[in-house]
């Protein structure tokens, strides 16, 4: 048996964590988008220490983002462009 904690990709998000075991399956309630699976995915140092608990919906990863956001990250790059200039 081996000790370990559990926690949700908004709590992980800026750590950097050694071995990760990742459920990337359709949660019960709300949705998991693109946004949730980067941050859970890219917590640990490399691929090598990531585990999948379980399979998964390849589609998931097909999604395309949420509108949106999508407009969001378009205001933000116009803010960024006005800011240079």
Same mark, same amino acid.
């Given at each position: 048996? $081996?000790?370990? !904690? ?22 019960? $309630?709300?949705? %998991?988008?693109?946004?949730?699976? !980067? ?9 090598? $220490?990531?585990?999948? %608990? ?13 509108? /949106?956001?999508? /407009? /969001?990250?378009?205001? %933000? /790059?116009?803010?960024?462009?006005? $800011?240079?200039?």
């Amino acid at each position: 048996m $081996t000790a370990a !904690y559990a926690f949700t990709d908004y709590r992980s998000q800026g750590q950097t964590i050694p071995y990760v075991i990742v459920d990337i399956a359709k949660p019960p $309630t709300g949705k %998991l988008n693109l946004f949730n699976l !980067y941050v859970a995915l890219s917590r640990s140092s490399g691929r090598d $220490t990531i585990r999948l %608990l379980r399979d998964f919906d390849q589609q998931t990863l097909m999604a395309g983002h949420e509108p /949106e956001l999508m /407009e /969001e990250d378009d205001r %933000l /790059e116009k803010l960024n462009i006005r $800011t240079k200039k």
